[in-house]
């Protein structure tokens, strides 16, 4: 069994930065591949970012690109999602979600990944 626990999250200005941070335990001796989505209020899932932690590259959501980083601390178990320039419409609930047995890094697939936590809540005001 995997749990994932997110933080991080907040109100902030558009414009500004966040890091929000995801910490995986269990069953973690093997590679996942690990994410991030989002869902906001009366709108449908958004994958946002995703990444295998044994290694290889990301991939984000175009909406996302050039603006988001998904990196991880395999040491620390932790993934992170730093999110700059922020827009109003990044405004949503961010999830982490964490597979064993993806084929391949598509961000349309996160939310439908084993194992999320309970999201923490981002914020941007215009």
């Known amino acids: 069994q995997v749990h994932l626990v997110e933080s991080g999250g907040g109100s902030v200005q558009a414009g500004g930065s966040l890091r929000l941070a995801c910490v995986i335990s269990?069953?973690?001796?093997?590679?996942?591949?690990m994410g991030w989505f989002r869902q906001a209020p009366g709108k449908e899932r958004e994958g946002v970012a995703a990444v295998y932690t044994g290694g290889g590259s990301p991939c984000y959501a175009d909406s996302v690109k050039g603006r988001f980083i998904i990196s991880q601390d395999n040491t620390k178990n932790t993934l992170y999602l730093q999110m700059s320039s922020l827009k109003p419409e990044d405004t949503a609930m961010y999830y982490c979600?964490?597979?064993?047995?993806?084929?391949?890094?598509?961000?349309?697939?996160?939310?439908?990944?084993?194992?999320r936590g309970q999201g923490t809540e981002v914020t941007v005001s215009s």
């Open positions: 269990g069953s973690t001796s093997r590679w996942y591949w």
């Open positions: 979600a964490a597979d064993p047995d993806v084929i391949r890094c598509a961000v349309t697939a996160v939310y439908g990944y084993m194992y």
